[in-house]
């Protein structure tokens, strides 16, 4: 048996950034001039590792290569038999087809590349299909059987791109790889998890950059974004890339012991907000569980028994625990759910005058969010802000930031306040923060966080090795990768043409947003706009009936968002007519 098991990643990339120049004897280029170049820009990398194998598993042979690197185009029958489990569109391939093998191995060293193409690469991959399936059946997440082995029998061509002689031993899979219709996924998905969320028809098996993938190989443009999530767009490297490294190294170990990455993260942080101090979870709620956790414990010490209320905002969200549940401002969230949590009050977004009259000496912290997302992208007017801040130190009553969605450079700032202009005692974050890994923060000055104390607050996962280790490259990229000035352009970008869209189009009511959180409400409700847009290959959603809300990746591009553009200008057209 082998030592190991291969660690498999497949990418969709563009081979002529990382194809070996014409020094290595074979240039991408000489493909790329003819029909097939889009092919090759559009190629797919199997990358693998495999640890050699113990002395007497390979028969007569040298030892599978340590590191290498697999390439695939095609419009062939073979190809298409897996190309839903590589996923990549029929579209997206070359007529023609060939595999290059790049071997990066530290013991021989150097690069090698070996190129078939036309039929006889067909015949090579079908004597070779052993090794594919091994490749593509770890990608899916079968696992072998340590028990059973079996030998296949490679052919001269195969035998000789992997140094190896006729033999050789790969574990065997007890189980088929086999992928479900999408069909098949939605009646399991009905049989066994409980029915928390309306779904749309679509069942996405990988993503690369602003783009998805279906079941079926079509792909679509992300403006969901996991709902303002993947920042950095799906398959980021330097995120892959952190989170492999510390997969590797751990994955995680109690807070009752130091770990580097979530004292790395929480300095990033600090060095970069207002806070002096911050809280690991796992997510938005948790954050503002903690935030709420914390106020109240902060006005208990300084003030007694009798100061715990918190106001919020009508038509906010701030999670779906039974304490977040209560905070969130839409009696439709908290229906069903009563007796809800003592000590909350709601008003109305942006008016001073009515928070004013509900702060009493009982309350502790007023709560909101800098921009309502789930309530229908409303922005809080900076006048208003600066009051509640006013009124918040007049009164020795804490400020929360429920930046849960805004943070993380949604707004074209790391943090929407900074835009805003005022400064909270306690902040929230998540969603963007791990860029896909499930990780939420509280932020806090230093006076405030000192009400927590050891035993007062806790989360056995949050700020765990692999989340914080993700989100130290977040950070990194939204800071250093100049990911921030491109979503700060690209915001006002949008912004700008959905602004014409309104203008072109009586349906289109309002544009409101900041940065690439835009929402658009609309004379009709927005589900069918949002059906519309996934049957022409793009993802969007709805933040209330008639608002259409866009959360696109920071990475999204001009192209991108002119392509989104023109499907709107399309689908108002067609209702107009």
């Given at each position: 048996m082998l030592a190991a098991v291969p660690v498999v990643h497949i990418i969709r990339g563009r081979s002529g950034h990382d194809a070996p120049d014409e020094a290595h004897g074979h240039v991408a280029g000489q493909v790329g001039r003819d029909h097939r170049t889009e092919g090759v820009d559009?190629?797919?990398?199997?990358?693998?590792?495999v640890e050699e194998p113990e002395e007497g598993n390979i028969e007569k042979g040298w030892p599978i290569p340590r590191q290498g690197e697999l390439r695939l185009f095609s419009q062939s029958k073979l190809f298409k038999m897996f190309q839903i489990l590589i996923g990549v569109g029929a579209d997206e391939l070359a007529p023609g087809m060939f595999i290059g093998v790049d071997f990066r191995m530290d013991h021989w060293g150097g690069d090698r590349w070996f190129r078939f193409d036309g039929e006889r690469v067909s015949t090579l991959v079908a004597e070779f299909s052993?090794?594919?399936?091994?490749?593509?059946?770890?990608?899916?997440?079968?696992?072998?059987?340590?028990?059973?082995?079996?030998k296949c029998h490679l052919a001269k061509e195969a035998a000789s791109c992997f140094h190896q002689q006729a033999?050789?031993?790969?574990?065997?899979?007890t189980k088929?790889?086999?992928?479900?219709?999408?069909?098949?996924?939605?009646?399991?998905?009905?049989?066994?998890?409980?029915?928390?969320?309306?779904?749309?028809?679509?069942?996405?098996?990988?993503g690369s950059g602003t783009k998805v993938y279906d079941l079926e190989g079509r792909e679509y443009l992300d403006f969901v974004g996991g709902i303002a999530v993947n920042v950095l767009g799906h398959g980021h490297p330097d995120l892959v890339q952190a989170i492999q490294r510390q997969a590797a190294q751990l994955i995680h170990t109690s807070n009752l012991y130091y770990t580097e990455p979530q004292v790395k993260l929480a300095q990033a942080l600090v060095d970069h907000s207002f806070a002096d101090k911050v809280f690991f979870c796992n997510g938005g709620a948790e954050a503002n569980e903690a935030a709420i956790k914390l106020a109240r414990r902060y006005s208990h010490d300084k003030y007694g028994t009798g100061r715990f209320e918190i106001v919020t905002m009508k038509n906010s969200f701030h999670g779906r625990t039974i304490a977040t549940l209560t905070a969130t401002g839409q009696e439709k969230v908290q229906k069903g759910y009563e007796p809800l949590?003592?000590?909350f009050s709601y008003v109305t977004f942006n008016n001073i005058e009515e928070l004013e009259r509900a702060v009493t000496d009982k309350t502790a912290a007023i709560m909101l969010e800098p921009i309502q997302g789930e309530g229908g992208v409303y922005v809080a007017d900076c006048k208003y802000l600066k009051q509640v801040r006013d009124l918040?130190?007049?009164?020795?009553?804490?400020?929360?930031?429920?930046?849960?969605?805004?943070?993380m450079g949604r707004t074209g700032t790391l943090f929407a306040y900074e835009q805003l202009g005022v400064q909270p005692d306690i902040m929230t974050l998540a969603k963007g923060l791990g860029g896909g890994v499930p990780i939420g923060a509280c932020l806090a000055t230093d006076s405030v966080a000192k009400a927590f104390s050891p035993g007062s607050h806790a989360s056995t996962f949050g700020g765990n090795p692999l989340a914080c280790a993700a989100g130290l490259a977040v950070c990194h990229a939204l800071l250093e990768g100049h990911v921030l000035d491109h979503a700060r352009r690209m915001g006002e970008y949008f912004a700008k043409g959905l602004s014409g869209c309104k203008k072109r189009h009586p349906v289109v009511r309002e544009v409101r947003g900041l940065g690439l959180l835009q929402g658009v409400e609309l004379d009709m409700e927005g589900k069918a706009v949002v059906s519309e847009c996934l049957a022409r290959g793009i993802l969007i959603n709805g933040a209330g009936e008639r608002v259409l809300r866009f959360v696109p990746p920071l990475i999204i591009t001009q192209l991108e968002i002119d392509r989104l553009l023109d499907v709107l200008d399309q689908i108002f057209s067609k209702q107009a007519a």
């Open positions: 559009r190629c797919i990398h199997i990358h693998f590792s052993v090794f594919l399936i091994l490749l593509l059946a770890l990608c899916t997440g079968f696992h072998p059987a340590e028990s059973i082995i079996m033999y050789a031993t790969f574990p065997y899979f088929r790889y086999a992928v479900m219709t999408t069909e098949e996924l939605k009646q399991d998905a009905a049989r066994y998890l409980m029915q928390t969320y309306t779904r749309q028809p679509l069942s996405i098996i990988r949590l003592q000590g918040c130190s007049q009164k020795d009553v804490l400020l929360i930031f429920d930046e849960v969605q805004t943070g």
